[in-house]
Nanobody, 118 residues
Framework: QVQLVESGGGLVQVGGSLRLSCTASTNILSIGVMRWYRQAPGKTRELVALTTNAGSTNYADSVEGRFTISRDDVKNTVYLEMNSLKPEDTAVYYC????????????WGQGTQVTVSS
């Protein structure tokens, strides 16, 4: 069992920045993929960004160039730096740990609210 604890959400104005953190209860190098998802009211959960234990990253088109995912393998923490925030970025952001594509075993954090006011 892997516990994921998110923090860093809050209320920010349009154009502002926030940094989300997700700390895992285990060595994140043992986790194949760490992902950030978000879910806005009335919408399906969408993948925002991911980082693999091989060092690769990927982003949704809607956040490319504004968001940056990074990791600190010593602290077992993954970050999501969000810049130039827009009202449409308002959502609950969830951290996800996919152990491997072979097992598809995954774990979720409790979510953190991000609200961008115009």
């Amino acid at each position: 069992q892997v516990q994921l604890v998110e923090s860093g959400g809050g209320l920010v104005q349009v154009g502002g920045s926030l940094r989300l953190s997700c700390t895992a209860s285990t060595n994140i190098l043992s986790i194949g993929v760490m992902r950030w998802y978000r879910q806005a009211p009335g919408k399906t959960r969408e993948l925002v960004a991911l980082t693999t234990n091989a060092g690769s990253t990927n982003y949704a088109d809607s956040v490319e160039g504004r968001f940056t995912i990074s990791r600190d393998d010593v602290k077992n923490t993954v970050y999501l730096e969000m810049n130039s925030l827009k009202p449409e970025d308002t959502a609950v952001y969830y951290c996800n740990a996919l152990m491997s594509y072979m097992t598809m075993q995954e774990y979720w954090g409790q979510g953190t609210q991000v609200t961008v006011s115009s």
